[in-house]
């Protein structure tokens, strides 16, 4: 049942059919039979999990249920569960049990949906392919020697393996539609401001958004909406009225204006990908939108300015793990100093050390100017080519990522490799547009390739249903691989 | 845009990260390669861009002035490597 | 003996916990003297994930500063991260204004005792004050040797205020501290209690030869939380600095702390490098946007300044101004005042300032009571300085009287003056019979004032007083026995 949408899950529920605890058992059943190859999941909270879905069951039964109630989901690891652990895929935090709920854990909780556990990701989601986890790699559901993409490696492997049929995630440059794009799913990342961040452990303040997987638009508006939400701890929580982004998923895609950036689709993407991209592009004005050509002059400055801006705040959010309050600390050491300075040198993975020297180095006196400044700049001009394009054009679209998933291990021996896998996603967050990635057909090796739209602010609903559109009309997106059971 | 060693050991002092001995070389040569990168940014002219730090133009929400917290201690230092009456114990801070 | 004039530059930089009810960034109470770590809540030990959201009444309270020291209040201003590490800074960083603080500008006007019972005008400029969360506490008695630290006062607003160096003398400095300490209670913003770390203050201190433009390397002085204690330490640095310069060292920027048992300053040793502190605005919080209309209601909820205030008594009650400064040295002693010479009338205001800053506030002193605890209300200190003004007592009964009044022997100077009979004795008639008895009495007085002896008419003028119990007119005994004398 759990492969069914949202809505006829919901509905099997309400008819009795199912219960929310034989939905809860069956998903727990499942990541104990596929999970040992996969590693999506850092934390299984069974006990958590069967209460929930008994709650679920007496709210179904007394009338009061909603759509997401008795539902099984994943949190990314990145989410803090009061009284479940909550690493941050880390050694910093492999011993932290939170004593609060994040907002979007709390929401989650009251619409009755059933967390079943934690999932895996990228260390403080810093990285594109969920290798760098104290849990160890993730692996790609359609082929378990390739990664699943990062950082929310771990949500998008769980629902691509059908292990749970939503998932939360995060995404700072891209870390929710890289990996629902490399797993065959659909992950969305809201406008900046929509999805509150409290709880939600800080990699970069001024980009990181909670986005949601699953294996439909449809399903994603569900999750989507009920996540989004003023919340008044959270001083960068926009206060405003948050449609459901379900609302237009009905419309047909006459009139629909996509702008194609030249810059998108110069070099830079394989050729089955670049193949399966012009095949569903072509496939949207099969169902009557019009293509038009836009320009991003500034894009291929994004990815400097990401790693500038990403790292700089990352370095000062990170300055809290220092073995006094919580998390790792180091056994031996002589004075103060050096307990800060072993305790995190043990608590943090190699990418983490970078990116906190690069960005400690960015904003140091002298540099500040030439760096910080400069990449805060630079955000401005890329999010003035968002404005100037959308004028032109409803939705941008384009590849996710540049390549299909490719070999663990094949690009952990140089960060700036990875790092230009992110071409197509990181000025997305500069700008704090919406977008998501939706499947759009399989590449080499018959692995999936993600179609990305981008839309103007707070158009979540637009993005949703031009993706539901495409897949009443195609089948990519249920397409699911073959796991092997343990 | 290339950092010295000296400029390593100096940037992980203030980060508080420990780095081994054999640690320093690998570490400067792959920030080095992340510099290059950010290097790339000079290529553009900036002169009168404001910077941007928020999508949107938004200010400051203000609370109001009142007591919402209660006491949370047990459950908050339930987490805490090492306390003591209360308080969180570090290595003696000699000033 | 110095072969050169030396002259001192100090500036001030001091920090006010507002009075507010919770803290700047939190939710959790500031209350005093609470159990350790009983007041932080999660935003206030930095838990992975918690966010600040801006306390209304800490901004309330820099506007009401700015106005109240004529200086600009910020329209925009921003909050900034000063990354340091140190246990008692749970972050890793502190969140405080930098580039853009909420007041800009000010000056305080002062009167600086010249140590040889009179005073002289000064005023001081100030170039900022910002909005800042205090640090929470370190414990260094054992504990194993290791330190106990309290988050409690974690979080705590403060208002940072920063002179320019306009000060040239201790003297200076206390001066303007106190004038800053009794103007920060007078607009309700603080409760400067110095024992519990309310009002603490920085001195920057630099010596240079007298005519120099170019200003010495100054050391800054911290954490000094008495008036007494800032005199000293800067009195000792100056000279510590002199004779440095003297004996042909040069002045290292450092940062000292005053040890009041030894009466010295003394380097920290902790202070490696100088800190970078790498500050960059905190991308979790958003500008701070006064607008004129929350400026012009603050405005029109000030009380009546200070400065304003000594104006008033100078011009309309003839006070001097160091009487007048004097008395509007705290609100609730100027209200005193100014109720005392609303029951007396305006005529007698110079009385009543006598009364109020002589025998009142001795007797304040003596006892460690606020003007607030007086036992003479302003009600019953202007009965008895009427009965002055209109001859009914003598200033040498008007203390017997003010003695019984403070004691509560009556309700009112006319109860006591009635029950003791203390009325001053004005019938020239009974005077005169007086006279007589004593110089009766006192023939040899007579005949040596006869004599020329100035000293023998003070003699019997002090007899007749002490005929009368004291009651007699003076200046009609003088008088009187003038006349019999011839």
């Not at chain 2, 940014?41 to 919402?68: C, I, K, N, W, Y």
């Amino acid at each position: 049942m759990i492969d069914s949408s949202l809505k006829d899950i919901a509905a099997a529920l309400r008819a009795k059919t199912v219960s929310a605890v034989e939905l809860a058992t069956d998903s727990l059943a499942r990541i104990q039979a596929r999970d040992g190859q996969i590693n999506a999941f850092v934390t299984v909270d069974e006990g958590g999990a069967l209460a929930a879905a008994r709650a679920a069951d007496a709210r179904i039964k007394d009338g009061s249920a909603g759509p997401l109630t008795g539902i099984p989901l994943a949190h990314k690891d990145v989410f803090c569960t009061e009284g479940v652990l909550t690493t941050c895929g880390s050694k910093m935090l492999a011993n932290f049990t939170s004593p609060y709920d994040a907002h979007v854990v709390s929401l989650l909780k009251a619409a009755g949906a059933v967390m079943v556990g934690k999932t895996n990701m990228d260390e403080f989601a810093m990285g594109s392919s969920n290798e760098s986890s104290h849990a160890g790699p993730t692996r790609n559901p359609w082929d378990t020697t390739k990664v699943p993409g990062g950082s929310s490696g771990g949500s998008a492997a769980a629902v691509a393996a059908r292990m749970v049929p939503i998932a939360t995630g995060t995404d700072t440059g891209g870390s929710v539609r890289q990996p629902a794009a490399l797993c065959g799913i659909t992950g969305i990342k809201p406008t900046y401001g929509s999805v509150s961040r409290f709880g939600m452990i800080a990699y970069a303040s001024s980009l990181d958004q909670g986005g949601a997987f699953a294996r439909s638009a449809e399903d994603c508006a569900t999750l989507l909406t009920a996540m989004m939400g003023h919340d008044p701890r959270d001083s960068t929580s926009l206060e405003r009225s948050y449609d459901d982004c379900g609302a237009s998923l009905a419309q047909p895609l006459a009139g629909l204006r996509i702008g194609l950036p030249r810059e998108f689709f110069a070099e830079g993407m394989s050729d089955d990908v670049r193949a399966a991209v012009d095949a569903a592009i072509a496939e949207y004005r099969r169902l009557g939108a019009t293509l038009v050509e836009v320009s991003l002059p500034n894009a291929r400055l994004a990815i400097p300015a990401y790693y500038v801006i990403a790292p700089a705040e990352a370095s000062s959010n990170l300055s809290r793990f220092d073995g006094v309050r919580y998390g790792h600390r180091a056994a031996q050491y002589t004075d103060l100093n050096d307990m800060y300075c072993k305790s995190r040198a043990e608590g943090f993975g190699p990418e983490v050390k970078r990116r906190i020297l690069v960005g400690t180095y960015v904003l140091s006196h002298g540099y500040y100017d030439a760096y910080y400044i400069k990449a805060q700049k630079l955000r401005r001009l890329i999010a003035q080519d968002f404005a100037a394009a959308f004028e032109q054009c409803d939705i941008i679209a384009g590849p996710t990522n540049p390549t299909v998933a490719y070999g663990l291990g094949e690009k952990t021996s140089d960060p700036v490799q990875m790092y230009l896998g992110d071409i197509y996603t990181v000025a997305v967050n500069l700008a704090g547009l919406p977008a998501l990635s939706h499947p759009a057909g399989f590449g080499a090796g018959g692995l999936p390739v993600g179609l990305q739209l981008i839309g103007k602010y707070f158009h979540e609903a637009n993005l949703l249903g031009a993706a539901h559109q495409f897949q009443q009309a195609t089948d990519w997106h249920t397409r699911a691989p073959a796991v092997q059971e343990a | 845009m290339s950092l010295s060693l000296d400029e390593v050991r100096h940037i992980a002092k203030l980060a508080r990260l420990e780095l081994a001995p054999g640690e320093l070389e690998a570490t400067q040569a792959k920030l080095n390669g992340i510099f290059s990168l950010i290097e790339e940014m000079q290529a553009v002219d900036t002169d009168g861009v404001e910077p941007m730090s928020h999508p949107q133009e938004l200010a400051q929400r203000l609370r109001p002035d009142a007591v919402t917290e209660t006491d949370r201690r047990a459950a908050f230092q339930a987490v805490a490597p090492q306390t003591e009456a209360g308080l969180y114990l570090v290595p003696k801070v000699i000033e | 003996m110095s072969r050169t004039d030396w002259e001192v530059v100090i500036g001030l930089e001091i920090h006010t916990q507002l009075n507010t009810q919770s803290k700047i960034f939190s939710g959790a109470s500031i209350a005093f003297g609470a159990e350790p770590n009983v007041q932080a809540c999660g935003v206030d030990i930095a838990l992975p994930g918690v966010l600040p959201v801006l306390n209304k009444g800490a901004v309330e309270r820099a506007i009401r500063f700015g106005l109240a020291i004529g200086a600009t209040v910020a329209p925009k201003s921003v909050f900034a991260r000063k990354n340091y590490f140190y246990p008692d800074l749970p972050k890793g960083y502190q969140i405080s204004q930098f580039e853009l603080p909420v007041v800009v500008g000010g000056h305080i006007d002062l009167l600086v005792p010249d140590g040889k019972g009179g005073a002289y005008e000064k005023r001081v400029n100030l170039t900022r004050a910002h909005l800042e969360e205090d640090a929470g506490k370190s414990l260094h008695e054992d504990f194993h040797g290791m330190t106990g630290i309290d988050l409690n006062r974690a979080g705590t607003p403060l208002l940072e205020i920063v002179s320019e160096p306009d000060m040239r003398s201790s003297a200076e400095a206390v001066a303007y501290a106190r004038a800053l300490h009794a103007l920060v209670r007078w607009i309700d913003i603080c409760d400067g209690n110095m024992q519990e770390g309310s009002f603490r203050c920085d001195a920057n201190v630099s010596v240079r030869p007298r005519g120099q433009a170019e200003f010495g390397t100054r050391r800054e002085i911290k954490n000094l939380n008495s008036f007494r204690f800032l005199q000293q330490a800067i009195d000792y640095e100056i000279q510590w600095q002199i004779d440095l310069i003297e004996d042909g060292g040069k002045v290292q920027q450092a940062t000292v702390l005053f040890d009041p048992d030894t009466g010295e300053t003394r380097a920290m040793r902790s202070k490696e490098d100088a800190h970078d502190y790498r500050y960059f605005p905190d991308p979790d919080l958003l500008p701070l946007v006064i607008d004129s209309a929350w400026i012009e209601r603050v405005k029109g909820e000030l009380p009546e300044l200070p400065a304003a205030l000594s104006a008033r008594f100078q011009g309309e009650y003839g006070l001097s101004a160091y009487d007048a400064t004097t008395l509007t040295a705290s609100r609730e002693t100027a209200q005193y005042y100014l109720d005392v010479v609303a029951a007396a009338g305006a005529a007698n205001a110079k009385t009543c300032a006598n009364w109020v800053m002589g025998d009142l506030a001795a007797r304040l002193n003596k006892a460690e009571l606020d003007i607030t605890a007086s036992p003479v209300s302003a009600a019953q200190l202007a009965g008895l300085v009427a009965r002055i003004a209109d001859n009914t007592i003598s200033n040498a009964i008007a203390k017997k009287v003010f003695e019984a009044l403070w004691s509560g022997e009556g309700e009112s100077a006319d109860a006591i003056i009635e029950a003791q009979g203390l009325k001053q004795v004005t019938d020239s008639g009974a005077i005169e019979a007086i006279i007589d008895e004593v110089l009766a009495a006192n023939q040899k007085s007579v005949e040596e004032f006869r004599a020329g002896k100035e000293k023998a008419f003070n003699a019997l003028v002090g007899q007749c007083m002490k005929a009368s119990k004291g009651k007699a007119n003076p200046a009609q005994v003088n008088e009187i026995l003038k006349k019999k004398l011839g």
